[in-house]
């Protein structure tokens, strides 16, 4: 089984690209759609509480505004939930070892280190104006978030580098899913 991540900034389509790939039937893990999860918990509540004393309660909206603005808040809290994180991608990876491929998105895959647990990266992306059009449609869109995190991650220039591959996202549909083949073909070579 080959593990392979997907990354990239923010809005550059790594999710939608993540969901096409489940669409077509491989095994899929997403890092956000996994903290979800985890914040539900009512333990991992109490503990985040405990190590953010400035929140009054725990809101995700609130945890968002303490980690982008205060890096010591985002290292506690990193340092707490990368490691329930990893523990969920693990078990992932193990459930689905007889699968020829599996496919993980991870936003702060080079930021948290995650790479040693790949065999593969792939960086998507496209233009700053393409993920701005992108962001600005989100409910959870805010502009001063949107701004801290592109000052914490790697730059795309910087993600496209260490990748083993890229996909443009920024393009048309029949483009992309001729990206996404020529990436499963390559992907195949490597089995």
């Known amino acids: 089984m080959l593990a392979i991540c997907i990354t990239g900034s923010y809005a550059s389509g790594k999710t939608f690209i993540l969901d096409y790939l489940a669409e077509k039937g491989y095994k899929t893990f997403c890092a956000d759609q996994c903290i979800k999860e985890l914040y539900q918990d009512l333990s991992v509540q109490n503990q985040i509480l405990t190590l953010l004393p400035e929140l009054e309660y725990f809101n995700i909206r609130k945890i968002s505004n303490l980690i982008y603005n205060y890096d010591l808040s985002r290292e506690k809290l990193q340092n707490f939930i990368y490691p329930l994180l990893i523990d969920k991608l693990i078990l992932f990876k193990k459930e689905n070892a007889n699968s020829k491929f599996v496919f993980a998105e ?81 992907l195949e070579c490597q089995v």
């Open 106 to 186: 991870i936003p702060l895959l080079y930021e948290a280190k995650f790479d040693k647990y790949f065999d593969f990266v792939v960086t998507i992306y496209c233009s700053e104006e393409v993920r701005m059009q992108r962001a600005i449609t989100r409910s959870s869109f805010d502009i001063e978030i949107y701004n801290k995190i592109g000052e914490i991650q790697l730059s795309q220039e910087s993600k496209i580098e260490k990748a083993d591959f890229s996909i443009n996202s920024g393009v048309d549909m029949l483009n992309l899913e001729q990206q996404i083949s020529n990436l499963i073909k390559k």
